[in-house]
């Protein structure tokens, strides 16, 4: 059974850093893509980056290019998202997916349908 938990989040100040997790287990996390989302109060759920499973190719939404990098260790069963110049607007419960079949991760990050879910982590930015 696929199964994904985020770690990680916390309290930072604007133009901090937060690593974020995602552990998988029950499978082998590096046969899949795997994408970070997010979900603010109020506001969708929205993608920010995905990474593929056989490269490693990663793909970025506008608003975090430059500031978040996505990177997996297989050996591990984990994917990172390395938050930087973190900003009040980056407040939000972070969520990592993925999906049972193969997708691409423009595919992955141009949808928030996904499979597996895990139950997320909150990164708040704030003085």
């Known amino acids: 059974q696929v199964h994904l938990v985020e770690s990680g989040g916390g309290l930072v100040q604007p133009g901090g850093s937060l690593r974020l997790s995602c552990a998988g287990s029950?499978?082998?996390?590096?046969?899949?893509?795997i994408g970070w989302f997010r979900q603010a109060p109020g506001k969708e759920r929205e993608a920010l980056s995905c990474?593929?499973?056989?490269?490693?190719?990663?793909y970025y939404v506008e608003s975090v290019k430059g500031r978040f990098t996505i990177s997996r260790d297989d050996a591990t069963n984990t994917v990172y998202l390395q938050m930087n110049s973190l900003r009040p607007e980056d407040t939000a419960v972070y969520y990592c997916?993925?999906?049972?079949?193969?997708?691409?991760?423009?595919?992955?990050?141009?949808?928030?349908?996904?499979?597996?879910w895990g139950q997320g982590t909150q990164v708040t930015v704030s003085s």
């Open positions: 029950g499978f082998h996390l590096d046969y899949y893509a």
């Open positions: 990474i593929a499973s056989y490269d490693g190719s990663q």
């Open positions: 997916a993925t999906d049972r079949n193969p997708i691409s991760i423009r595919g992955l990050c141009n949808t928030v349908n996904h499979d597996f």
